[in-house]
């Protein structure tokens, strides 16, 4: 089971950190991933993070890069993503999303993962 929280309204600028943790039995987690989603849009690939030796590979849609961060706290089974310098646009439901098995290729497809978190809202006002 994945449970996501951390989400909220903040202005403009803002930053927050949305958090994902895994609970209930093991799963195998090559990677994980934060997709978002507004009201009649498909679920968007917002960044992920492979596993690689003791850290992690990370890579993030062009709309969020250089402003949102994925980490990965193994001991805590949670996955973290940090989103600063917030704008408007930014407001969606944040879903988390882990790969039981390596893919090919960017894995930035929903279907790349296996399972989901519920999502949360976060809202970016000016």
């Known amino acids: 089971q994945l449970q996501a929280s951390g989400g909220g309204s903040v202005q403009t600028g803002g930053s927050l950190r949305l958090s994902c943790a895994a609970s209930g039995r093991t799963l195998s987690r090559y990677a994980e991933a934060w997709f978002r989603q507004t009201p009649g849009k498909e679920r968007e690939f917002v960044g992920n993070?492979?596993?690689?030796?003791?850290?992690?590979?990370?890579s993030y849609a062009d709309s969020v890069k250089g402003r949102f961060t994925i980490s990965r706290d193994n001991a805590k089974n949670t996955v973290y993503l940090q989103m600063n310098s917030l704008k408007f646009e930014d407001t969606a439901v944040y879903y988390c999303?882990?790969?039981?098995?390596?893919?090919?290729?960017?894995?930035?497809?929903?279907?790349?993962?296996?399972?989901w978190g519920q999502g949360t809202l976060v809202t970016v006002s000016s």
């Open positions: 993070i492979r596993r690689s030796g003791s850290g992690g590979s990370t």
């Open positions: 999303g882990v790969a039981s098995r390596h893919l090919a290729g960017p894995m930035v497809r929903v279907s790349d993962y296996d399972y």
